[in-house]
């Protein structure tokens, strides 16, 4: 068996939510995009837009204007008419959409400042992460990127074994090596010679075996 997957009759997942679509969906409700675009990036720092995406999150509108810098956009109010307003999340509110919005459980609330045994981004600006444990049976974590308005990973028990008996013992993703790399990467090395041993020796092993199998046989028909 695979440990890619663990499979949910050893460690079963309750909590079949679709947090994702529930949370942050790009929004096709134009009608919800009260701020003209046009007027929006008439702002001196959203001239140079490279990209605009319309995002919906806690029930408003809101434009993701992303210009020089890919992974941080100006978040701006695109429920708002008459004027240009820029948004900036804060922990209180996504705790007030989760828990009295949207009836989710929330058990604690934490910043990333680096990542975490189940959580590393590619992006390694952890600013804007906020991780987000849910007080359900599943024991379930999200992840959420409050600059790009994304939830970036959903943990839960069953993912959490699959992670260390999968990533962990196939390539010792451990947070210790992260600061050690040059000892992971001399257990590996290692490890594999060692594999490498066994094989060959299972191989002359086998081949004696045979050889054995082989004389007798020929000894036997003449």
């Not at 909590?15 to 096709?28: A, H, I, P, Q, W």
């Not at 134009?30 to 029930?59: H, R, S, T």
């Not at 001399?186 to 082989?214: A, E, P, Q, V």
Request: positive net charge.
């Amino acid at each position: 068996m695979s440990l890619a997957n663990i499979p949910e009759w050893m460690i079963p997942v309750n909590d079949k939510t679709d947090y994702r679509n529930m949370l942050f969906s790009e929004s096709v409700d134009i009608d919800a995009f009260q701020l003209p675009l046009k007027k929006a990036l008439q702002e001196e720092n959203l001239k140079n837009a490279k990209n605009i995406v319309w995002k919906k999150f806690a029930g408003q509108p809101y434009y993701l204007i992303y210009s020089e810098d890919l992974y941080n956009p100006q978040i701006v109010n695109a429920h708002l008419s008459d004027s240009v307003g820029f948004k900036k999340f804060t922990k209180d509110e996504v705790i007030i959409f989760l828990s009295k919005d949207l009836n989710i459980p929330v058990l604690e609330t934490q910043w990333l400042t680096t990542s975490d045994e189940y959580f590393k981004y590619k992006n390694k600006n952890y600013n804007s992460i906020l991780k987000v444990s849910l007080n359900n049976t599943d024991n379930t974590i999200l992840y959420l990127d409050l600059n790009n308005l994304k939830l970036l990973k959903v943990s839960n028990k069953n993912t959490r074994l699959r992670r260390w008996l999968y990533k962990g013992l196939h390539s010792f993703d451990f947070s210790f090596f992260e600061k050690y790399r040059w000892l992971r990467e001399t257990w590996l090395i290692l490890l594999s010679i060692g594999g490498t041993i066994i094989s060959l020796t299972s191989l002359i092993l086998g081949y004696r075996y045979f050889d054995r199998k082989k004389s007798k046989y020929l000894r036997k028909r003449f």
